[in-house]
Nanobody, 118 residues
Framework: QVQLVESGGGLVQAGGSLRLSCAAS????????MGWYRQAPGKQRELVAE???????SYADSVKGRFTISRDNAKNTVFLQMNSLKPEDTSVYYC????????????WGQGTQVTVSS
């Protein structure tokens, strides 16, 4: 009922930048908060950043000051601007949308690979 399509991942050198996008479709009006998780091989899934419908943001300590989450409600899209990338940022990044009144209440994007070389 909600579909999320991610784009913008790729290979970048340490210190570089990438901008991830996640476009939502379907029951858009049901979406409240949106955000990004990442999961690297052998590691736990980590909440990277989240943003409420009104723009309140929060970040993992590991990315604070380097990453910025934003959303364009008119385009039903959430972004993750990633600056000063480090090799430890290498992961698959997944966007999500919270839908408090629509089961399963959280929808996921397909994931996009971010690889940061040293």
């Amino acid at each position: 009922q909600v579909q999320l399509v991610e784009s913008g991942g790729g290979l970048v050198q340490a210190g570089g930048s990438l901008r991830l996008s996640c476009a939502a479709s379907g029951r858009i009006s049901s979406i409240n908060g949106m955000g990004w998780y990442r999961q690297a091989p052998g590691k736990q899934r980590e909440l990277v950043a989240e943003i409420s419908r009104i723009g309140t943001t929060s970040y993992a300590d590991s990315v604070k000051g380097r990453f910025t989450i934003s959303r364009d409600n008119a385009k039903n899209t959430v972004f993750l601007q990633m600056n000063s990338l480090k090799p430890e940022d290498t992961s698959v990044y997944y966007c999500y949308a919270n839908t408090p009144v629509v089961h399963p209440y959280k929808f996921w994007g397909q994931g996009t690979q971010v690889t940061v070389s040293s």
